[in-house]
């Protein structure tokens, strides 16, 4: 599955200091992504195949709590997640992560979203890095 182009889309890639056996794991399993997508404790539920539901409940740098809720549409264990974003009143949003060894135990990451508008494109791009922060933070402490 390719994210459709709108002429607002955003590609990262992150190399991680961490096999993507483990970078896949912090990505798919509640009790790593809930510590470091510093959610709300217990709020993390994942179901981790095609058409799975996933919920969680971030608390921002500020107090406030936002829920978040979504499908993946697309696994391919240590190797691909497309999951998709409830947003209110819209088609969800997409996000395509690929995850790919590249040698010396190490991990890249790239993650990629098209945005129906250039400015929720660029608060997109803000949150995956802040995400891709979070994680490799995570990783380098576990």
């Known amino acids: 599955m390719t994210t459709p182009t709108t002429g607002h889309e955003y590609t990262l890639s992150r190399d991680l200091e961490a096999p993507v056996e483990k970078v896949w794991k912090v990505w798919t ?3 790593h992504y809930e510590n470091w997508f510093h959610a709300v404790p217990g709020s993390v539920a994942l179901d981790v195949r095609p058409g799975g539901a996933w919920r969680a409940t971030m608390r921002s740098p500020d107090g406030n709590q936002v829920p978040m809720t979504g499908t993946y549409r697309e696994v391919a264990e ?7 974003m409830d947003i209110p009143g819209r088609e969800p949003a997409v996000m395509e992560m690929d995850f790919a060894e590249v040698g010396g135990g190490k991990t890249r990451l790239v993650v990629k979203q098209a945005c129906d508008t250039a ?3 660029e ?3 803000a949150g995956s890095e802040l995400l ?3 994680c490799a933070a995570y990783l380098a402490a576990i």
């Open 29 to 31: 399993r509640a009790e």
């Open 78 to 84: 240590n190797r691909r997640l497309v999951v998709a």
């Open 119 to 121: 400015e929720e494109c």
């Open 123 to 125: 608060q997109s791009r």
């Open 132 to 134: 891709l922060e979070w």
